[in-house]
């Protein structure tokens, strides 16, 4: 379904149109518990659940590191290393380009993406998908879509530090993968865990920061942007001010700061 330029902006509440200037028109991570046939003293067959070795984080994250994408696919979908494991239905790994320039970083997965597999498939989704649009940007083409953390938690609740920390090493490696030339940090959540920085979204933005050599952006979280109208616009100026630093990174242009 493709949605008019007008159509998108009504969605964003930024009716008049929005512009923009100048554009023409080694180690997985622990394993799943695996069941094992064995036998009672009594000769009597049982099937003994082996639960999964714990890994420490430091050995994980240092597996992680070198995996190339279905290995870290697999791993992902494995992964129980975090107690969000036990509430998922489907891990959200992420999707899209994978030698993408553009790649938006969300919190975590909600009911509907837990449900797919697939990050931002609800109406924070749809929301983002219009945003992306406004930017003449798509889903899949030249775009890719992750979270922090890549189980759902419980009641949409924001991830804890430990449960993101445990996450970490795998962002960091589909960053690696994917080499973007710039990042967009959705909310606070992926802003701070990406930063290190516990800091509003609001001090953040209109800045360009630097996750390990690469520019990043922060703007508000589409879900955020459907409770809180006004910030809309501030969000439609983060976009434009995205595409501007884009358009500098690749003409080989410092940055606008
Ligand atoms: N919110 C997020 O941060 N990520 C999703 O995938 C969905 C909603």
Redesign the pocket.
């Given at each position: 379904m493709s949605a008019s330029r007008d159509d998108i902006m009504k969605e964003l509440g930024l009716t008049p149109v929005w512009r923009l200037r100048g554009a023409p028109a080694a180690e997985p991570a622990a394993a799943a518990p695996v069941a094992m046939a064995a036998q009672a003293p009594d000769g009597e067959p049982v099937t003994v659940r082996v639960l999964p070795k714990v890994v420490p984080l430091d050995a994980r994250a240092q597996g992680i590191v070198n995996m190339e994408w279905p290995q870290l696919k697999e791993s992902v979908a494995g992964c129980v290393a975090c107690p969000l494991h036990k509430g998922r239905n489907k891990t959200?790994f992420g999707v899209g380009d994978e030698a993408a320039e553009w790649l938006f970083i969300?919190?975590?997965?909600?009911a509907?993406?837990d449900a797919k597999g697939?990050?931002?498939?609800?109406q924070?989704?749809k929301l983002l998908d219009n945003m992306l649009a406004a930017i003449k940007l798509k889903r899949g083409h030249n775009v890719y879509?992750a979270?922090?953390v890549k189980c759902r938690p419980p009641g949409n609740r924001n991830p804890e530090p430990g449960e993101a920390a445990q996450c970490e090493p795998y962002l960091h490696r589909q960053i690696a993968l994917i080499k973007p030339r710039l990042i967009v940090a959705?909310?606070k959540?992926?802003a701070v865990n990406l930063l290190k920085r516990d800091a509003a979204v609001a001090s953040m933005r209109g800045k360009i920061h630097q996750y390990q050599g690469i520019p990043l952006i922060v703007t508000y979280?589409?879900?955020y942007l459907l409770r809180s109208l006004p910030e809309k616009a501030k969000a439609w100026t983060d976009l434009c001010f995205a595409v501007d630093t884009m358009r500098g990174l690749q003409s080989g242009k410092a940055a606008p700061m």
């Open positions: 959200v969300g919190e975590g997965p909600g509907e993406e697939e990050p931002f498939v609800g924070a989704g879509i979270n922090v959705l909310g959540v992926a979280h589409p879900a």
